[in-house]
């Protein structure tokens, strides 16, 4: 969870790079999603034993790698209205989403701890992502289309632990996905074709790498480790990479206001995965 949550945290520095570039996102996209479903088709090719999967998971899994595609869709596209650090906050609130969906599924609420790192991740975004710096004007379509991201990224991690888990990581990311090809393809229409080029190809890729193939096979790998909520939680990580990544590549300065709330997303890592009893949490 940590590195797929490390790899998400990088993909607003390349689109707003590439964007700068002057490369649309109907392609960045695309490309994202079209070349990660090729490589993860190419892995499941060579990995033995071969599973049979049935058309129905083939199905269920598609369906639910519709919310990847709508994560990132929305997400991008809200970044084109509003600030990066208010996208990032409006696509975390996928935070307490998952601890109530958690919740809701599970008929039991969230423990004191859990309570607690979700409180503290909250607070630690909030100082992180600049919320207080009232210099800029906020754009509702913006704050529509993250929050929609933030929406799509819960059931996003709700897909990673619960969907069709008797098949492997491979097979699971592969068809999840799927579905968020169809979702692109079907969402950017004929953008798509007048978009392409050499230089979005190569942004694609590294997106899908990042954004497409590492973060799915990592998120059904741990999620259903250690639960959505924690999970959920553990992604906030992202934050704190997306201000790294952004200082390195686009020469963005860190406050201290940013410091100390990086420190508390962290410290909410720490105490949601602290073992306070022998109880599982």
């Not at 033995?48 to 595609?69: A, E, N, T």
């Not at 942004?203 to 590492?214: K, P, V």
Request: net charge positive.
């Amino acid at each position: 969870m940590l590195l797929g949550a490390i790899s998400y945290g990088i993909l607003a520095t390349l689109v707003k790079y590439a964007n700068n570039l002057g490369i649309p996102i109907s392609a960045l996209t695309f490309f994202q999603y079209a070349i990660g479903f090729v490589i993860l088709l190419i892995i499941n090719s060579f990995s033995r034993p071969l599973q049979i999967v049935s058309p129905l998971s083939k199905l269920k899994l598609s369906v639910w790698g519709i919310s990847l595609g709508l994560t990132t869709t929305l997400y991008y596209l809200s970044i084109q209205y509003i600030p990066v650090s208010v996208g990032i906050i409006l696509l975390m609130q996928s935070i307490w989403m998952s601890f109530v969906l958690e919740a809701a599924l599970n008929r039991v609420m969230p423990t004191l701890k859990k309570s607690l790192g979700a409180m503290l991740c909250i607070l630690g975004t909030l100082l992180a992502s600049k919320i207080f710096n009232t210099q800029f004007q906020l754009d509702w379509s913006g704050i529509l289309l993250g929050i929609g991201a933030g929406t799509a990224y819960t059931i996003s991690i709700y897909a990673s632990s619960s969907v069709e888990k008797q098949h492997s990581n491979y097979v699971r990311s592969l068809y999840l996905v799927t579905g968020g090809l169809i979702l692109v393809t079907l969402f950017w229409n004929f953008k798509i074709i007048e978009h392409v080029s050499i230089p979005s190809f190569y942004w694609g890729t590294a997106l899908a790498l990042f954004g497409t193939i590492i973060p799915p096979l990592l998120f059904t790998f741990g999620v259903p480790k250690i639960g959505m909520g924690t999970g959920s939680v553990i992604s906030s990580v992202e934050i704190p990479v997306s201000i790294l990544s952004a200082c390195i590549l686009l020469q963005e300065n860190v406050s201290l206001i940013q410091s100390i709330g990086v420190f508390l997303i962290l410290l909410s890592v720490l105490i949601v995965n602290l073992n306070w009893s022998s109880k599982s949490a």
